[in-house]
């Protein structure tokens, strides 16, 4: 009885810090989005030749990528957070393993994560949005 009741307190605990790392993945996205948003801008506004406007799909992959990353990391800690509910009483294994690539074969790849519906459509528009801007750039000058 004892032991169970030490699982138990572990098991709290386990919970505790792994909703925290999935808080701290959630506001990286949410950062990285603003940040993203931020820097396409400024460089859609910088003057100089007709192709510069095409340097704004910099920023706009990299925090793709990144953003992705973040949620799949995100993904991967809510498994090893479902694994500690279902089996943290029956066991001390894996007892304060905070990896959480042990399940990265239980999410979807990154590149899939990428091109879901959420992150597909956000950073989708503004790809399109970027070469709406530099035909309408194109048209202007010619």
């Not at 909703?19 to 400024?42: C, D, P, Y």
Request: neutral net charge.
């Amino acid at each position: 009885m004892e032991e169970k009741e030490s699982l138990k307190e572990y098991m709290l605990k386990e919970i505790d810090i792994i909703q925290e790392i999935i808080k701290r993945m959630a506001f990286n996205s949410f950062m990285i989005k603003g940040w993203a948003i931020t820097l396409v801008v400024v460089a859609l506004l910088l003057k100089g030749p007709e192709y510069q406007v095409w340097i704004a799909f910099v920023p706009l992959l990299v925090f793709w990528f990144l953003d992705a990353y973040f949620l799949w990391q995100e993904r991967m800690y809510r498994k090893l957070y479902d694994w500690v509910i279902k089996n943290r009483l029956k066991t001390d294994e894996y007892l304060f393993d905070l990896n959480a690539y042990r399940f990265k074969d239980e999410v979807q790849s990154r590149f899939r994560i990428m091109f879901s519906i959420t992150l597909g459509w956000f950073y989708g528009s503004i790809a399109i949005l970027i070469v709406v801007y530099s035909v309408f750039l194109f048209l202007m000058q010619g």
